[in-house]
Structure formats: C-alpha cells, structure tokens
C-alpha cells in the first residue's frame, strides 16, 4: 500500500505477506493514523518513508495471523486461535478453514450484478 498525499485513517487489518515493497509506505505528504493493525512478513519492511515505524504502537501487533492456507490455496481465513480474532482486525471475524462454498456462474450473469441502471 503506497499513501502519497492527505489524510488517512488505516486500522483494524491484516498487512502480511506482501511479495513485493513494504506493508505501508507514506510520503512527507500524508498524515496518517495507522492503527490497530496485525502485520507479518512483508517482502522488504513492515513500514517505509514517512510511516516507516507505524508498526512499532498504537495498538499495532507483529504476528502470525494464522491463515488457513495463503500458499497453494490462496485462502486467507485465519485458523482458531488467530491473533487477528482477539483484534478484530481482517475481514474474516470468525475462525474457520473449511471448505467454502462455490455457486457456478456465467460471466454475463456476473456483468450483468453491476450494470447501471
């Protein structure tokens, strides 16, 4: 995530595992309040430039989100026992790495869930 100019509010959020830069990376030009966040194993830092230590307080924590399989299969549930539940932070607030359920769909039956009306 790349913040290069305002004001912004980030909280509540997983930022792990990026392959490529940092977690967060802030401009001179932003004022940011970064909190409340669980961060892991970003590629290069947790933080860069003008945020470069956001990680470091306000309720921020470094540790394994427990995901229930972000490898093979790309499934960023977190498992029973996440240090993400106790925060509330993800988009996942109930544990669980079963199996999810997959409805079949056509492309033009998905198109046409976001046509203007």
Known sequence: MALNNGTCLI?????????V??????SDRVEATIRDNLVWMNEDEN????????W??????????LFCDPSFGRDFRV?????????QAGAFLTP???????RVSTWGGLKS????P
Not at 48 to 53: H, I, L, P
């Open 21 to 26: 830069g940092d977690g967060i990376r802030c």
């Open 56 to 65: 470091m307080g306000d309720g921020n924590v470094v540790a394994d989100p």
């Open 47 to 54: 933080g860069a430039g003008a945020c470069e230590d956001w």
């Open 11 to 19: 909280e509540k959020n997983i930022i792990a595992l990026n392959p």
């Open 96 to 102: 669980g790495c079963d199996e999810v359920p997959v």
């Open 79 to 87: 498992m029973e026992g996440s240090p993400a539940l106790e925060m």
């Open 113 to 116: 869930r976001f046509r203007d």
